[in-house]
């Protein structure tokens, strides 16, 4: 299960957002550095929502914004005849600062420093085999149980239910269990990566 595989149905939707955005006279990088701004309000929405749950609607449409903008630098990369090694390293960097300033302001809002560790090491090492698939030679994976997409889509709707019943259950909210998701799927994903590689390499 990832939604990364329709990225292109995904480029298609944004079209005229693209174009808005072309016209408007952004530049990708620009994008990309926004995106990385939205989410980390996102990161504070949630880091306050801990005290007060009626802000994690508002971390949930900041989450969702992210993921819009950061398949929006992509395209508008590709429309402006722009896209390059150097944006794309920049909007990979971005991203993975992204998700741990999500992860950290969800895992501090319910004090789950541990619980949040283990998710934002299983985030990172999901990237992190994406891309170094690429690194060896390989094309870039996107497969495995969870990518970025498939994550900020369950943040958005864990964060619009936790507003809704931010009591516990077993021990932790819906944020927690959904951050224990994160960290066994997380490394599990890196790992279905790992494995993809190394058969692929021969």
Known sequence: MTLDQYRSLADRTLEPFVEGADRAGMT????????????????????????NPGWYLVGALLVL????????????????????????????VLDRYA????????????????VGFLAVTGVLMTSYLGTQAQ??????????????ADRLVLVGVVAVLTALYPAA?????????????????GHITALQRFYHAMGALG
């Open 65 to 92: 914004l992210n993921g819009a903008l950061d398949l929006l630098d992509g395209a508008l990369a590709r429309r402006q005849n722009v896209a390059s090694t150097a944006g794309d390293l920049l909007d990979h």
């Open 99 to 114: 998700d741990i300033l999500i992860i950290a302001g969800l895992a501090a809002g319910i004090g789950e420093y541990a």
């Open 28 to 51: 990708p990088n620009g994008v990309s550095v926004l995106a990385f701004a939205v989410a980390g309000f996102a990161a504070g929405a949630f880091y306050v929502a801990g005290a």
């Open 135 to 148: 690194a060896v030679g390989l094309d870039r994976v996107y497969g495995g149980m969870l990518g970025r």
């Open 169 to 185: 259950i077993l021990g932790l909210t819906l944020v927690g269990w959904l951050l224990v998701l994160f960290a066994v799927v």
